[in-house]
């Protein structure tokens, strides 16, 4: 696994790479993708940060693991190729917004489209063994994406971080609540969705608060 990352996030994250735990995820993720199938293609491991540069981060939006199914995951958190059916959390994802902001149902499920925007789409995880939930959790992922959204919390201003479920709502201690909008509900899966992700109206919340410091609204 070369790191191949967007210049921004090159140099946000220079210090983060040469970190000891890093070197032993990057072999372990080496090793991994040599001898087994693994999700995303490897190209596509760092599509949040390729999609969305440091520079134009106003929302973040956390998932745990990559899609574990064939051709679903492509490096952004919730997100699934064009032509994959829309898994249960998305769907809810996508009911939400209907109820939230009255629009309908997309053609498909590629949030390729959010990220442009400046949506970080970031997993906690960012590969897992085809079929094998959680296989790559433990493994130094967590450690890296800590460190991004410390890094966010502490060099950027005004972002939106929506934290959906207990895992991605313990994230709330690294991110400075002084500086940032953090919004909380129960993660977007069937499991839970009816306990308070359905009606949260976090998308015109967060659109209401990046207009309210004069910043483009997302597009959702």
Known sequence: MNVKIEPSWASVLQDVFEQEFFQNLTSFVKDEYAESKVFPPGKEIFSAF?????????????????????????????????????P??????????????????PPNGDLTRWANQGVFLLNATLTVRAHEAGSHQKRGWEEFTDQVIQKISERKESVVFLLWGAYAQKKSQLIDEQKHLILKAPHPSPLSAHRGFLGCGHFSKTNTYLESKGLEPIKW
């Open 50 to 86: 390729d999609h969305c540069p440091f520079d134009r981060v106003k929302v973040v939006i956390l998932g745990q693991d990559p899609y574990h199914g064939s051709g679903q995951a492509h490096g952004l958190s919730f997100s699934v190729r064009p032509g994959v059916a829309f």
């Open 88 to 105: 249960p959390s998305l769907l809810n994802i996508f009911k939400e917004i209907k109820a939230d902001l009255g629009k309908d149902m």
